[in-house]
C-alpha cells in the first residue's frame, strides 16, 4: 500500500473520530439542557442509599435535584410496581439488586433499554471495565447493568485455637474424616449469608454438588439460623468449621480465636449485591435520568460509590470500572491479581438458587438416614 493511501487512511480515521466525538458531545449537551428543564430526577436504591444521600451528584448537577427512595432488598421495586398498578409513573432510574431489576422490573417490562443511555465516553469505553467488557444481567445485554463484582471468598470461619490454616488448601480439605461432627452452617433455605457461596460451590467445575452432597449429607452438620449463637460455638470450640458464619471481624475484635479463610486454591465467587441498574420506562424525567445514569457509571460516579459504603455501613462493594482506586473497598472484597474468580452472577441461570436447594436437601435427607 502506497504511503499517500495510507495518509489517506489515517486521515479518514481522524475525520471519523472527530466526528464521533462532535456526535456524543452534541447528544450530552442537549441531554444536559433537557435535563435542566425537567429538574428533577427519581432514583429508588436498595441498600446503598448513602451514595445519593453524599450529596455528590448534587455538587456536579446543582440544577438536578435529586428525590430518592430507599430501602431493604427488594423494596424499591415492590414500591414501583405497586405505583404502577396505582398508575403513578415516579420513578427514573431504579438501583437494585438482580431480584429486583431483573425478576421484577424487567419481567414486568417496566424498564427502557439502558444501553442506548450510555453517552459518556469513559462509560461506553468498555476498556476501563473489568476484563474489558460492560455486564448485563439481562439476556438481551440491553435493559439490567452490572456496575458491582465484589469477590466472595466463600465464607468459611474457623477456630484459630483448632485449626491450622496452613493445612487448608483446598475446600476438598473441609470434608476431610478429622472435621466430622465439628462443623456448624447457617441454614441457607433461608434468605441470607451463604447463598453466593453456595452457588459458588454448586456452578465450579472443580468443586460441584458431589462437594455440597458430601458437606451436608456426610459429615454431620449442625446448621444454624441464630448468628450470635453460631459466633459462640465457633469461639467456644463447639465448633472447629463455621460455613457462612457472620460478623467474625467484629468477634475478633473483641478478642475471640475466630478467622476467615483468606484462599482456596479453587478460587473465589465474584457477586453483584445491589449492584444493578436500569432505566424506567415511562420515566417522568427521561433526560435527567440519563445525567444520573451517566454520572453514577462515571469514574466520580462510582469512587463516590465505594467511599459512601465504607464510611457508612459494614458493606463494601468492588466497582466493575478498572481505573478507580480500590482503597475503600475491603482487601477481602477487593478482586485481586492471581485470584481464579467464578462470576456466579455471570449467567442468569445460575443466580437461581432451586437447583441449588435441591442438591441441599438430598444431602440433609441422607444425613437423616445415617443417623438412623
Known amino acids: 500500500m502506497s504511503r ?16 464521533a466525538q462532535s456526535d456524543w458531545k452534541k447528544e450530552w ?4 439542557e433537557a435535563a435542566k428543564k425537567e429538574g428533577q430526577v427519581n432514583v429508588y436504591i436498595g441498600g446503598w ?14 440544577e438536578i435535584k435529586v428525590t430518592w427512595v430507599g ?28 431480584t429486583s431489576n431483573y425478576r421484577s ?5 417496566s424498564l427502557d433499554p439502558i444501553k442506548p443511555a450510555l453517552l459518556l465516553p469513559e462509560v461506553t469505553n468498555e476498556s476501563l471495565w473489568y476484563q474489558g467488557r460492560h455486564r448485563y444481567i439481562d439476556p438481551e445485554g440491553q435493559f439490567v447493568f452490572r456496575y458491582v463484582g465484589t469477590q466472595q471468598k466463600g465464607n468459611v470461619s474457623y477456630n484459630s485455637k483448632l485449626v491450622n490454616p496452613k493445612e487448608i488448601h483446598s475446600v476438598w480439605d473441609l470434608v476431610d474424616a478429622r472435621w466430622k461432627g465439628k462443623i456448624i452452617a447457617r441454614d441457607v433455605r433461608s434468605p441470607g449469608p451463604g447463598n453466593a457461596p453456595m452457588r459458588f460451590f ?14 451436608f449429607g456426610e459429615m454431620d452438620v449442625t446448621l444454624f439460623r441464630d448468628f450470635r449463637q453460631s459466633i459462640d460455638w465457633l469461639a467456644s470450640g463447639k465448633a472447629s468449621l463455621c460455613f457462612f458464619c457472620a460478623d467474625t471481624d467484629k468477634a475478633k475484635l473483641q478478642g475471640l480465636p475466630v478467622e476467615e479463610f483468606a484462599n482456596f486454591k479453587e478460587g473465589a465467587a465474584l ?41 457508612s455501613s459494614a458493606e463494601t462493594a468492588d466497582s466493575l470500572r478498572i481505573d478507580i482506586p480500590k482503597d475503600d473497598v475491603k482487601p477481602e472484597n477487593r478482586r485481586a491479581a492471581g485470584v481464579s474468580y467464578l462470576d456466579v452472577d455471570g449467567e442468569i441461570e445460575w443466580t ?6 435441591a442438591i441441599f436437601e438430598e444431602a440433609l435427607a441422607n444425613a437423616e438416614k445415617q443417623k438412623k
Open 105 to 109: 422490573l424487567h419481567a414486568a417490562k
Open 202 to 215: 454448586y456452578h465450579h467445575p472443580a468443586i460441584g454438588p458431589t462437594f455440597i452432597k458430601k458437606l
Open 271 to 311: 457477586v453483584t449485591q445491589y449492584g444493578t441498574l436500569a432505566l424506567l420506562n415511562r420515566a417522568p424525567h427521561a433526560n435527567a435520568a440519563k445525567v444520573f445514569i451517566n454520572w453514577f457509571l462515571s469514574r466520580d460516579g462510582q469512587i463516590a460509590l465505594q467511599k459512601s459504603l465504607a464510611r
Open 29 to 32: 449537551e442537549k441531554t444536559i
Open 4 to 19: 499517500v493511501v495510507l495518509a489517506a487512511c489515517a486521515v479518514l480515521l481522524l475525520l471519523a473520530e472527530a466526528h
Open 71 to 98: 430501602g431493604r432488598a427488594g423494596e424499591a421495586a415492590k414500591r414501583i410496581l405497586a405505583e404502577r398498578r396505582a398508575g403513578k409513573f415516579i420513578a427514573d432510574v431504579s438501583s437494585e439488586g438482580i
Open 49 to 62: 442509599e448513602a451514595v445519593v444521600e453524599s450529596g455528590a451528584f448534587q455538587k456536579a448537577y446543582p
Open 352 to 357: 437461581e438458587m432451586k437447583p441449588v436447594l
